[in-house]
């Protein structure tokens, strides 16, 4: 193991942070993972989490003691969170590995810090900072980090076998920190075992490949997680299309809350992007919002071509709203870059028009006339027609008097 010192991270020195670590002891609590790595290389920190050598039950009391909130999100696998003015701190007790499956463990309690470092999954995940600064690192993780390289603890093939996501996970530790390829030999422990992926739930599959899809630039890890057959085994789709994938991963983005879908959907094949997009939704439980928001990507992504007319683009803007149009623009210019030009002008436009709205209601169309019922609705889809088709400048006026006239 070695020990050394790293800049004192403003997380570390926060008086929520002093008042929990000082409730469970400096000597039995030790700041871990991803805070720990993400203070390391300077990168904002939003879940902090404590590794301890006190049981479940001890971080309970001796944090009611100092009345700090306690909730008991994961007691049996020895896992409290403390909340304290908003700030949440999850707090595990010391563990070991008893008996694995590929998606679920076994493990005992320790009071080994190196035991607890073991069953962890990369070198760069399996760090420890106490409150001084120290930094308790017993598998070269500072080094790997430094380097950008992406390495499990011990065999990778035993690993695997603990939890098929670390292959998952692998790839999206990759996207956000790894510099160097990752080696041969563990691209290959991953294909083999690629097929098991389809053992853990689609939930889980969800979460690491929407955080490799939002990282600055997954091109690399995505290439290799392709030529790995995992983003196959992942998503059903043995072909996607890398090379618009990689034309996407070059082009500065601006529409971000729809990165991982564009992302996603530039790797789909475009003519079965609907369908793909469906058994993807099935595959990894996506939410309602997920699917609808993934599906129309696909739909409207299909409808937008290189030479297409203001009209028609404007009538896809009020159709979809302005920020999906332009995320799938996006997607056709990443399968189409050879007509870049055009689509660049399609997201310009759809950055500064904005649809004005339809001047009349059903109350409208009644008033003169036109009696409840179906044909209120028929009339108003033929006056939005012909105002779309005048370019949006007929005015109220004017478009009842062709309702009058269709009456």
Not at 2 to 21: F, G, Q
Not at 99 to 107: P, Q, S
Not at 134 to 146: I, K, M, Q, S, T
Not at 273 to 280: L, Y
Request: aromatic share 8%; charged share 25%; with cysteine.
């Amino acid at each position: 193991m070695s020990k050394n010192r790293i800049v004192m991270p403003d997380w570390l020195l926060t008086r929520e942070s002093a008042r929990v670590m000082a409730a469970l002891g400096k000597k039995d609590a030790r700041f871990v993972g991803g805070a720990v790595r993400d203070a390391i290389v300077g990168k904002p920190v939003k879940d902090i989490d404590i590794a301890t050598r006190l049981t479940p039950e001890e971080v309970i009391h001796l944090l009611q003691k100092k009345q700090i909130k306690v909730i008991p999100t994961g007691i049996k696998h020895g896992t409290v969170t403390a909340v304290l003015d908003g700030q949440s701190f999850e707090i595990t007790t010391l563990r070991k590995d008893v008996n694995c499956d590929g998606r679920h463990a076994e493990v005992a309690f320790t009071s080994d810090w190196e035991e607890d470092a073991a069953r962890r999954d990369f070198t760069i995940n399996a760090m420890y900072l106490d409150v001084k600064g120290n930094l308790y690192d017993y598998f070269g993780g500072r080094e790997d980090l430094a380097e950008g390289h992406l390495r499990f603890i011990g065999d990778a093939a035993s690993r695997i076998q603990e939890d098929y996501l670390r292959i998952l996970r692998l790839f999206r530790f990759h996207a956000y920190y790894g510099k160097v390829a990752i080696d041969k030999e563990t691209l290959k422990v991953c294909q083999h075992f690629a097929p098991k992926i389809a053992t853990l739930s689609g939930e889980r599959i969800q979460a690491e490949m929407f955080k490799l899809l939002k990282a600055d630039n997954p091109a690399v890890a995505m290439q290799a997680m392709v030529k790995a057959k995992v983003f196959a085994a992942a998503t059903g789709v043995p072909k996607p299309n890398i090379n618009a994938f990689l034309e996407l991963c070059d082009k500065n983005v601006r529409h971000v809350q729809y990165i991982h879908l564009i992302r996603l959907l530039a790797l789909l094949p475009k003519l079965q992007a609907v369908k793909i997009v469906g058994d993807i939704t099935e595959r990894w439980k996506l939410s309602n919002n997920y699917r609808d928001a993934l599906k129309n990507l696909a739909k409207l992504s299909l409808l937008i071509k290189a030479r297409l007319t203001l009209k028609d683009q404007r009538k896809l803007c009020r159709l979809y709203l302005n920020d999906a149009f332009a995320a799938a623009v996006h997607v056709a210019m990443a399968r189409d870059p050879e007509h870049a030009s055009y689509f660049k002008k399609m997201i310009q436009m759809a950055d500064k028009w904005r649809a004005p709205a339809f001047p009349l209601t059903g109350k409208d169309v009644m008033a003169v006339g036109v009696p409840s019922g179906r044909q209120v609705g028929t009339l108003l889809k033929m006056a939005e027609e012909a105002w779309e088709e005048s370019g949006y400048t007929l005015q109220a006026q004017q478009l009842l008097k062709l309702v009058q006239k269709h009456a």
